[in-house]
């Protein structure tokens, strides 16, 4: 299931996060520990990692009760994600159809992959480099043959 992904762009009246959730979703994908400038082009990336985080998730379909992890995320991770599956306008994506988006989850294995792909661009951003308008990386999503599934939402 790999293959080239580009992130969807957003313009600023298609943003549906303010900062701070915009903050949480970075948190979500890369864990990061610092406070991120906030500007258009990363609340844009922020929205195009998770339309992608989504979209993935749904690709390989979720086994909810019997793989789902007792550890739960964080309080805020799942009420970003309940808020986009609300706003988010169904045309964004491939593989998430509009009732999947009313009870939105994404797979920890799919964040994990999204992450390692994209941190390129995010630490181009804080070394305030010139950006690529598209945001684009080869993923390769393995879903992991042992131990428990975390899904977050």
């Known amino acids: ?31 990061p520990a610092d406070p ?29 009760a019997v793989f789902r992890s007792t550890t739960n995320p964080t309080k805020g991770a799942i009420e970003v994600l ?3 599956g609300r706003k988010a306008i169904k045309h964004w994506f491939t593989h998430a159809l509009a009732h999947d988006l009313q009870n ?13 792909a994209f941190r390129s661009q995010l630490r181009d951003f804080l070394a305030n480099l010139e950006f690529d308008e598209s945001q684009a990386a080869f993923i390769v999503y393995k879903m992991p043959t042992q131990g428990q599934i975390k899904v977050w939402g």
């Open 1 to 31: 299931m790999g293959k080239y992904r580009q992130l969807s762009q957003f313009s600023s009246e298609e943003q549906l996060f303010n900062e701070q959730e915009n903050r949480i979703v970075l948190k979500l994908i890369f864990k």
């Open 36 to 64: 991120l400038p906030m500007d258009d082009y990363l609340k844009s990336f922020a929205q195009g990692l998770l339309v992608e985080a989504i979209d993935a998730s749904y690709t390989v379909g979720y086994i909810e």
């Open 82 to 84: 309940k808020k986009f």
């Open 104 to 116: 939105v989850k994404v797979y920890d294995f799919i964040r994990e992959h999204i992450a390692l």
